[in-house]
């Protein structure tokens, strides 16, 4: 019986908070990130909003778009929410976030 060889309850436990400790390092960067990866992508999608206004414009002779003229030509689609769950709101050629 003396020959069994396996971890005591010792290292375990030295094992167990060294995850611990790096999981409290890891965690919050990884939202501070995710907030991050939100915003941008946000941004994008506005940014890709006011490039179908221009090529709606374009297409109809300098007519300016509301967000349900270009959800109905098929210039964007009918749901344009950010990654954090804000709406695209498109008035007079401008785009912006609901509040």
């Given at each position: 019986m003396n020959n069994e060889k396996g971890f005591t309850l010792i290292e375990m436990l030295i094992v167990l908070f060294i995850i611990s400790i790096l999981l409290l390092i890891t965690i919050p960067n990884v939202t501070k990130h995710n907030q991050s990866i939100q915003k941008k992508?946000?941004?994008?999608?506005?940014?890709?909003?006011?490039a179908q206004i221009t090529a709606f414009e374009l297409d109809h002779d300098g007519k300016t778009p509301s967000l349900g003229d270009l959800q109905s030509e098929g210039y964007v689609k009918k749901n344009v929410t950010c990654p954090n769950g804000k709406q695209i709101i498109v008035t007079g050629g401008e785009v912006k976030v609901e509040n």
């Open positions: 992508g946000c941004e994008g999608l506005q940014n890709m909003v006011k």
